[in-house]
Structure formats: C-alpha cells, structure tokens
C-alpha cells in the first residue's frame, strides 16, 4: 500500500502567516484560537469584547428600553429566522409587532445568553439557541402575556 500513497500521512501546506513566516493552517488556527481566549480571559468578558462597568451599566439600561419583545443574536439566517417567526406570531395574535433585534453581544450578554438566537418578552429571556416556529412562539407568548 505505500507504494501509491495509500496510508501515508499527508503533510499539510504551508501557508503565508500573519507572522511573516511560513505556517501550517491548522497551527494558524491554534494560535488564532488561543489569542481569542486570552482576549477573552483579560477584557473580563465571556465574549472578548468590552465588558467593563460602564458598558454593562448601558446595557442593563437597553434591556428596559425600547418594544417588549427582542430578538437577541448577531443577525445571523437563525436569527433572522426568529424574527421573522416572532412577527408572524404577534400578527396573528393582533398584539403590537414592533421587535428589536438586538446584535451588540454587551447587550446580550447582559441578559445571560450564551446561545442564540433568543427571545425576550417583557424583559424575560422565554427561549435561547433554537429558532422557533411561529406556533411555538404564538404559544409561548400567549403564556408569557395571558
């Protein structure tokens, strides 16, 4: 067999790196991975981004303000997706369809989601890391409201 090749380990290409020099992709991809966890690890929060007591004193304050539903996610096919299930869902129910989507990930988090997308009703996280059909959503929002 390792006449032709055949269980022979095949060596990854080197590639152009960031550094200068000449690296295989999957040491990139170590080396990138681990600089997001120590940028995570040092800004203080889950999410390497700027979580620091002025933000997430804003972002308490975004979670009371504007419509009583939220969509919360990066603006992703998923979230959309929910969206979009969320405002068919409060039409059929003849409620008020106003939705904001929220993507700055402060703001998310300081809801206490880790997955998206999620849904807010009325301040209260009802569901977060799956989209949800219109059906699922008019049922979880005729329990949330009555």
């Not at 804003?58 to 419509?67: H, L, P």
């Amino acid at each position: 067999m390792g006449l032709f090749g055949f269980g022979k380990k095949k060596e990854e290409e080197l590639v152009q790196c960031a550094c200068g020099g000449m690296c295989k992709p999957s040491d990139i991809a170590a080396k990138k991975a681990a600089e997001e966890a120590e940028k995570a690890k040092t800004s203080g929060c889950c999410c390497g981004g700027n979580c620091n007591a002025e933000t997430m004193a804003e972002a308490e304050k975004a979670k009371v303000s504007g419509a009583a539903v939220k969509v919360l996610g990066s603006g992703c096919a998923k979230c959309n997706a929910l969206e979009a299930a969320t405002v068919e869902a409060l039409k059929e129910l003849g409620m008020d369809a106003a939705i904001d989507h929220v993507t700055d990930f402060t703001q998310i988090a300081a809801y206490g989601v880790m997955t998206t997308p999620a849904l807010v009703v009325d301040g209260k996280v009802v569901s977060f890391g799956k989209v949800l059909k219109k059906d699922e959503v008019i049922k979880i929002l005729k329990k949330v409201r009555g």
